[in-house]
């Protein structure tokens, strides 16, 4: 083989065996994680079905219209949801201003009492209309409300401890999340109680690439300790669909816009 021939191959060998590319520092993988998750777009449009399902395999169903608009990208936004199906959660709505500096703002409006309800920032861990999720899964849970530790990592996931910095608001002692190194994408959740055991999780069944943002498109959360899961399918998304900010306010709770109704 000629000597240059052979430096050559030298040189890819030693290029190709060389040390793996580091991880990204972790308040980036964070911050990617939390992005690709809530702020693909300026804004968005989805409409979303609920599976219900208790521990005796009983149904219950949920429709109904998502739409956001963020305030500033990776910062404060807005969500306000609409409910079509069935009759008993028909026309109530519900509005979050997500703030990154101090807690969520959330109202629900109960269209049977024609009733405007404020949501405690307290009750941001209880069930939303019956479900598997509470009403900070909405939005999603401030990135700043958690210690964060990168305790694990292979050829496909990031692993992510996160402990609550206020552990008397929560009812969880921590969460690890699986975060999908190509796309940076939550893949998986397990939620530890105070006694160390998992007795919630959060799954992404399925994906898809939308004007160009991997977006999920089915996820399942489950209560272990009920037995109970809800399994939650995003159709017709749209990104970037310039949402007037000023329907995110309470007054439209009672008439809500029409690109909530359509």
């Not at 024609?114 to 900070?136: N, P």
């Not at 969460?175 to 160390?196: C, L, Q, R, S």
């Amino acid at each position: 083989m000629p000597k240059q021939s052979l430096f050559i191959l030298l040189l890819l060998t030693a290029l190709l065996s060389g040390p793996a590319l580091a991880a990204p520092p972790l308040d980036e993988i964070i911050r990617r994680a939390n992005h690709v998750s809530y702020y693909n777009g300026d804004d968005g449009r989805s409409e979303v079905s609920m599976t219900i399902t208790d521990s005796q395999g009983r149904i219950r169903n949920r429709l109904f219209t998502i739409l956001r608009k963020d305030v500033e990208d990776g910062g404060n936004q807005f969500f306000f949801v609409y409910f079509k199906r069935p009759s008993d959660v028909r026309k109530t709505t519900f509005l979050v201003h997500k703030n990154m500096e101090r807690d969520d703002d959330r109202w629900m409006y109960l269209p049977d009492l024609d009733l405007v309800k404020r949501i405690a920032a307290s009750d941001k861990r209880t069930s939303f209309v019956g479900s598997d999720y509470f009403y900070e899964d909405v939005s999603g849970r401030n990135i700043n409300a958690d210690h964060h530790e990168l305790t694990a990592e292979d050829d496909t996931y990031y692993v992510i401890k996160n402990t609550p910095k206020k552990p008397d608001d929560v009812e969880f002692s921590s969460y690890t999340v699986w975060i999908d190194k190509n796309n940076f994408m939550p893949m998986k959740a397990e939620y530890t109680d105070k006694n160390g055991e998992v007795y919630r999780t959060m799954e992404v069944l399925a994906m898809e690439t939308i004007q160009g943002h991997p977006t999920v498109t089915k996820s399942r959360i489950s209560d272990l300790a009920t037995g109970s899961n809800t399994v939650t399918e995003f159709r017709n998304i749209k990104y970037n669909i310039d949402l007037d900010r000023n329907i995110f306010s309470e007054r439209y709770l009672r008439r809500p816009p029409r690109e909530a109704r359509q």
